[in-house]
């Protein structure tokens, strides 16, 4: 287990820098294209010229690569990669750090990717095993429609949907109400509330985590019906084990490896589905600091949080990974 | 059915399976014709695919010619003319939904044709060829892989000042590409294990021989499968990049558009600008999706 | 005994033909890589390691072993699927092994192949024409265009299929008839060697008689050489007129049907042979019976001296720093790769003039447990 | 060994099995006329049709027959472990010491396997669960059925090991199924079959997978512990060879149900069924050179569309008019053998 651990961290250094690079390239790429973001940002009443440079310096965007179409610009990309090393990610148009701003708001961006995550891990699981046990019966049926047509679902679309029909028509009423109690209302509130910093995302998250919640339920119930097909449940049925054992035991783990699997990609989906839902929901997260950059056309800040979730998400497809490996051997071993 | 058939000097008795003739396609168009579920979501996608490319067909008045909108009708509710209602422009809703059809199924299109053609090629020549092209272009897909989708086209798609059919193609297949190569490429090396792939080399038959013939034939299908869920779910990522600000922009009718115009105003009683737009998005994207679904099932040989 | 002695001198007669295929000191290693981010080679698997051989003309010669002994790679090696690491593969007089282009293509036109997959070896996606028409649109001088479709019938009849079924598809076939459509597929461009790998093992007992009926009957009619590779000891005796035994890459004794199957002298052959039940329960207990301990030691890093040692009761410290060669050794009338060859009958009952009712005797008497 | 395993602490636990009245005086394993049937999308499948023996302890049992005979299924319907639906015990009666199994409740009847009726299977690789350790699986019975603690089930598990033969037991009670060679992995395999000290072993093509040398380490074994423990053993196989060293009688079976049953020695030497007859003619023996192999023309039944009459009488030389209508019955064969033939004198004097 150590070896493989140790393999897969210095396997993950060349790929985030490659990562990096990609993003640092691309966006090169488009600026030398399209022209630079200062300039988009002031429009047709350009400034004088000093204040431009001036600000250019600043956004690290007076390299003179910049100018030269189909340059890669490794230097600026070294001098990023020092920059990134010691935290530094830019400042936003106003000269406020990017990280800084980031860490204010991670910790609610933060909580609503795990309430999404433990949402989607826990129904979607538990709908998964249903159907594959029941398999082509009514419960099967039920949970394969379900699932379709949740995927059908953009997160914008199902969040709009629930903010007017759940937020506003359940729960602005149940607030309201001498009856139902808080956190009930709270649940379903159509935006943040600071003093309730878990309840009020229980909305948002549920939205935020439907999409991934039926890729699980799809991806657990394919499993698991193809692993009750498998000779070792024959095995275990040769035994005597009975249908908890085989079911609780020997077919459940063999079945969440895919899971797990898909657990690594879909951090990247809930990052950028959070960017949807903190605008719908209106929740001071890093998602809404990214949409309310691309209204304002901040574009240092987002290359500075798309740079950082990108991060993020590597690091936790990494732990997914030495997850994915604790649960099967082979991968550990080979 | 298989197992009985009849050879002469084997001797074994003519059992009546004379006429059943077909192919492993031809056994896929049995399975998915015996499916209403294929025929729904078939039909479905023929609906939406004369609605892009033809829209007159379904609504005779573009929401785009002159004197076809009127602000005084902006938001109107539904009528019994109007069963839509008006968008905030003042334009009806049914025609505007119809002739902004196009926009994201054409687009999606376009993304789905230029990530199947790289993936069935990069996938095949990393499958296929093994060794170095392969780990170029598995590393090269990995990075590609790091960067998530939305995120990714957030930062190009928020840099470029003017965003067309052609710009959100382009990036949408920089950052597409990926899933297709990773499926075509591992169902390529299923293939390239198989027997006949060694017959066909030890007769001497060139690789691009081999590949055009066997290898191609023989792992497209799990890339047909997935192509056609993908063009439902860039539908999806259309309408919400439109959505996030980064996609098409006003004054183009596109369905991310109305429904961002349509979401804050809901709130305020307007629901057919959220609803009717959202209805033409999730119909849209789960007839595509089911159709893949119907698809993978019928050709997985695991279901024979 | 008389009649074995005839069957030898016929056979005999036979291996007289010219040499079609010759095979010196052929090598062929596998890198093994390791590497976290770039992949160095490590070490090597020595799948196939110094095999010689000859294949004469109309003759078939067995290639005997357990997996991963190196036999399919050998298979691979003749086909020009694998080229060799080192040594002479020659076709006719003409080495293969350095060929490219359109030499290569057209020295395979003279050696086909046989495989043993009867479902992965005949692409779903293609009708039986069309699989067995394949040679030609790979080698397009070889037929006329308008002569293919007919020339797709005959060979269909030829290996035993009805001719009208040339437009179905592989799956609507049973195993036995898909290995016949293989064959056929082989002979399209008439070759003088046919590699056969694992043909028959697929195959259930009652189609197996069928398939290797046919490929003896095509050796008499098309003066056909085959090299058959297989796991099962009985049907390549049955079908070889020379075989070769291999164990982790090396052949480890050589000699016609009878010299290895009667007179085995090398102490795998020996253990493998003995490890074959014969269907006569009357046996049962009476024939020599060799059990080998442990397993098959990996092929990346064999044991010095003689690959077979570690598992051998023979073994003494020469065997450990001396590799034994395969020549005729003193004693011995065929070549066999061991220091202290002599020879074992394994296959026979060990009492000449069994008796009936000794058979009932339960258990094996006659054990003789290998120990280190 | 035989210390390990009278250690019988195990069966102090009151299962439901002590409710059950085994006569010990019965046969130790009786199938009668097992009929299994699948539903398939071509039609009704009679996988097995009509399939009756007798096995006592000590005793070993060869079932012959090519793949698609129905000769795993009559092992996983003895077992219970038939996958229902799609299959389906249409009839008759698996007995073990007087108690017809058929008639048991589920929630009993999986006190019996493992405990009483054990398996082997083929492909010992796919068999055992790639994600745990071989000690923890094969502790896994003594944990389920006798309620022993986990130190007490992997102490178990290390015993087992060594009863069958694996070196360095101890250690390599820790290792996953991955890590064992394919002989070994089929030991183990056996290990747990024996884990409950079961009376009758079914063992499913035990040795097919493995390479020649293997599989005489294996069926010694097998057969080492079979006769050690008394133990009953049904050895299913297409191997004639196999059979051949080590059943005391033989079951042949065709298109699912048996065609003929005998003593080792008679079935071999005298075969009294035209299929058994081809069969033994059409292999190669390693210690013959030259014969001619007799083809078996044609190609087995499916079983959905089976031939009316006799199975066998589309590819029989010795099939008359009325195999093509009447169905043989099991006639008597004297010297207590069986056979399925209407012409079995004939077959039995040529």
Redesign the interface.
């Known amino acids: 287990m150590g070896r493989y651990v140790a393999r897969r961290l210095i396997q993950f250094i060349p790929v985030i820098l490659g990562t990096l690079f990609l993003l640092h390239m691309l966006s090169t790429l488009t600026i030398q294209i399209v022209g630079d973001p200062v300039r988009a940002l002031f429009g047709p009443n350009a400034p004088p010229q000093a204040i431009i440079e001036e600000l250019q310096a600043r956004y690290n965007l007076d390299d003179p690569c910049l100018e030269q179409t189909g340059n890669p610009c490794v230097g600026l990309f070294v001098d990023r990669i020092g920059q990134y090393a010691s935290g530094d990610f830019g400042v936003n148009f106003r000269g406020r750090s990017v990280m800084e701003m980031f860490l204010e708001r991670f910790p609610v961006t933060a909580r609503l990717t795990v309430i999404a995550l433990a949402f989607e891990i826990v129904v979607g699981i538990t709908a998964g095993v249903l159907a594959g046990l029941k398999k082509d019966k009514l419960i099967d049926n039920l949970v394969r429609f379900t699932t379709v047509v949740l995927i059908a679902f953009p997160v914008f679309v199902f969040g709009s949907l629930a903010l007017l029909l759940v937020g506003l028509k359940i729960g602005l009423p149940l607030r309201n109400s001498d009856w139902a109690p808080e956190w009930l209302g709270q649940m379903l509130n159509v935006g943040y509330d600071p003093d309730y910093p878990w309840l009020s995302l229980v909305l948002p998250g549920i939205v935020l985590g439907a999409f991934s919640l039926a890729a699980i339920a799809r991806l657990t119930r394919t499993s698991l019906i193809e692993n009750l097909r498998s000779d070792y449940v024959r095995t275990a049925r040769a035994k005597g084990l009975g249908a908890r054992d085989i079911v609780g035991v020997h077919t459940l783990r063999n079945s969440l490896i895919p899971v797990i699997t898909y657990i690594g990609i879909d951090i990247g989906f809930l990052l950028g589905g959070s960017l949807v839902t903190e605008g719908i929901f209106n929740i001071p997260g890093v998602g809404q600091l990214v949409f309310l950059a691309i209204q304002a056309n901040d574009a240092p800040v987002i290359i500075g949080v798309v740079t950082i979730l990108t991060v993020v998400f590597l690091v936790s497809n990494l732990v997914v990974d030495i997850l994915y490996a604790a649960l099967d051997p082979r991968i550990r071993y080979d | 059915m298989t197992e009985t058939m009849s050879a002469k000097s084997a001797g074994a008795s003519e059992i009546a399976d004379e006429g059943v003739n077909r192919s492993l396609w031809g056994d896929v168009r049995y399975e998915l014709a015996r499916k209403p579920l294929f025929w729904v979501s078939l039909m479905l996608v023929l609906v939406i695919l004369t609605m892009a490319f033809f829209p007159q067909l379904w609504a005779s008045e573009s929401p785009n010619a002159r004197g076809a909108c009127d602000l005084a009708n902006a938001r109107g509710k539904p009528t019994w003319d109007h069963p839509f209602g008006y968008t905030t422009a003042g334009c009806d809703m049914w025609s505007s939904l119809v002739w902004g059809t196009g926009k994201s199924v054409i687009l999606a299109i376009l993304v789905t044709a230029g990530t199947t053609i790289l993936g069935v090629l990069l996938g095949t020549a990393a499958g296929y060829y093994g060794g170095g092209t392969d780990t170029i272009i598995s590393r090269i897909t990995d990075i590609f892989f790091g960067l998530p989708f939305i995120l990714g086209a957030l930062v190009f798609l928020a840099l470029f000042p003017e965003r067309n059919v052609y710009t959100l193609t382009l990036v949408f297949v920089v950052f597409g590409w990926t899933s297709l190569t990773r499926v075509m490429r591992g169902s390529v090396i299923a293939t390239k294990q198989k027997d006949f792939i060694d017959a066909a080399r030890a007769l001497g038959a060139s690789d691009l021989f081999i590949i055009r013939k066997h290898v191609i034939a023989n792992s497209i299908a799990p890339v047909i499968v997935l192509a056609t869920i993908a063009l439902g779910t860039y539908i999806s990522a259309e309408a919400t990049l439109t959505f996030l600000g980064v996609g098409y922009q006003r004054p183009a009718a596109s369905w991310g558009l109305l429904v961002a115009d349509g979401q804050t105003l809901a709130l305020a009683g307007f629901w057919h600008l959220l609803v009717y737009p959202c209805a033409f998005i999730v119909t849209t994207v789960l007839a595509f999706i089911l159709l893949g679904d119907v698809l993978r099932d019928a050709l997985d040989p695991r279901n024979r | 005994m008389s009649t074995e002695m005839s069957e030898q001198n016929s056979k005999l007669a036979r291996a007289d033909g010219d040499v079609v295929l010759q095979v010196t000191d052929v090598k062929k290693y596998f890198p093994v890589k390791k590497g976290i981010v770039f992949q160095r080679t490590v070490g090597q698997v020595q799948a196939v390691d110094g095999v010689s051989l000859e294949l004469r003309r109309g003759e078939t010669l067995g290639v005997v072993g357990e997996s991963g002994c190196g036999k399919s790679t050998l298979g691979r090696l003749l086909m020009g699927l694998e080229r060799p690491t080192s040594g002479s593969i020659k076709l006719n007089g003409r080495e293969i092994a350095d060929l490219k282009g359109p030499e290569l293509r057209k020295m395979r036109r003279n050696i086909q192949i046989v495989l043993q997959d009867p479902y992965s070896s005949l692409d779903p996606r293609m009708t039986v024409g069309d699989i067995v028409g394949e040679p030609y649109h790979v080698h397009p001088d070889a037929l006329a265009g308008r002569d293919r479709r007919t020339t797709v019938q005959e060979l269909l009849d030829v290996v035993g299929l009805d001719p009208s079924h040339v437009n179905r598809y592989p799956h609507q076939f049973s195993g036995g008839q898909r290995q016949r459509i293989g064959i056929a597929r082989a002979l399209a461009l008439k070759p003088e060697i046919i590699v056969c790998d694992e043909p028959v093992s697929a195959l259930d007992v009652s189609v197996q008689a069928q398939v290797v009926n046919l490929f003896e009957q095509l050796q008499e009619e098309f003066g056909l050489s085959y090299v058959f590779i297989a796991h099962d000891l009985s049907v390549v005796r049955h079908i070889s007129d020379r075989v070769l035994v291999m164990y982790l890459g090396k052949g480890v004794e050589y000699g016609t049907e009878a010299e290895i199957y009667e007179h085995p002298t090398h102490p795998y052959t020996q253990a493998l042979l003995s490890a074959v039940s014969v269907p006569d329960p009357r046996l049962r207990g009476h024939r020599d019976h060799i059990v080998l301990e442990g397993d098959v030691p990996s092929p990346v890093d064999p044991p010095s001296g003689c690959r077979f040692r570690t598992r051998c009761w023979k073994a003494e410290d020469i065997c450990a720093t001396d590799e034994p060669m395969l020549v005729t050794r003193d004693g011995a009338a065929h070549p066999s790769a061991c220091h202290f060859a002599t020879e074992r009958d394994v296959v026979h009952a060990l009492d000449r003039d069994l008796r009936t009712e000794g058979a009932h005797m339960f258990g094996r008497d006659g054990d003789s447990t290998a120990s280190r | 060994m035989t210390d390990i395993l009278s250690n019988g602490h195990h069966r102090a636990i009151r299962t439901p099995l002590d409710a059950l009245a085994f006569d010990e005086d019965a046969p130790l394993l009786e199938v009668r006329d097992l009929q299994v049937e699948f539903h398939t999308r071509?039609g009704l499948a009679h996988a097995v049709n009509g399939v009756s023996f007798v096995l006592e302890a000590g005793e070993t049992l060869g079932i012959l027959g090519?793949?698609g005979c129905g000769k795993s299924v009559t092992a996983?319907a003895i077992?219970g472990?038939l996958d229902t639906p799609p299959a389906k015990i249409a009839g008759g009666e698996v007995r073990y010491r007087g108690v017809d199994l058929l008639s048991l409740d589920e929630?009993v009847r999986?006190?019996?396997?493992?405990?009483r009726i054990?398996?082997i299977?083929q492909?010992a690789l796919?068999?055992?669960?790639?994600?745990f350790?071989v000690g923890w699986q094969l502790g896994?019975?003594a944990r389920?059925?006798s309620g022993a603690s986990r130190a007490d089930a992997r102490r178990r598990a290390v015993e087992l090991l060594d009863m069958v033969g694996i070196p360095a037991a101890k250690e390599r009670v820790s290792d996953?199924p991955?890590?064992f060679?394919g002989?070994?992995r089929q030991r183990v395999m056996i290990a747990?079959a024996l884990?409950l000290e079961p009376d009758v072993i079914i063992a499913d093509e035990p040795t097919t997978a493995l390479?020649?040398?293997?599989?005489?380490?294996v069926m010694?074994l097998l057969a080492g512990l079979q006769?050690e423990l008394q133990l009953g053993l049904v050895l299913i196989t297409?191997?004639?060879?196999?059979?051949?060293?080590v059943?005391d009688k033989i079951c042949v079976m065709y298109a699912g149900g048996a065609v003929e049953q005998a003593n080792?020695?008679d079935i071999?030497?005298k075969p009294a069924h035209p299929y058994t007859k081809?069969?033994?003619e059409?292999?190669?023996?390693?210690?013959q050179?030259?014969?001619d192999?007799?083809?078996?023309?044609?190609?087995?039944p499916?079983l959905t569309?089976r031939?009316p009459g006799c199975s066998f009488n589309?590819?029989c030389q010795y099939a008359r008019g009325n195999c093509a209508h009447d169905e043989p019955p099991l006639y008597d064969v004297p010297g207590g053998r069986k056979s399925a033939c209407h012409y079995w004198e004939e077959v039995l004097g040529s």
């Open positions: 071509d090519e793949s996983q077992m472990i929630s999986r006190h019996v396997r493992a405990n054990a398996m299977f492909d796919s068999a055992l669960n790639p994600v350790t896994e019975p389920k059925h996953y991955h890590q060679s002989g070994m747990m884990a390479d020649v040398t293997v599989q005489a380490q010694d006769k297409h191997d004639m060879g196999v059979v051949a060293d059943a080792v020695y071999y030497e081809a069969l033994l059409s292999i190669p023996r390693i210690d050179k030259g014969q192999l007799t083809v078996i023309k044609g190609l087995p499916v569309d031939p589309p590819r």
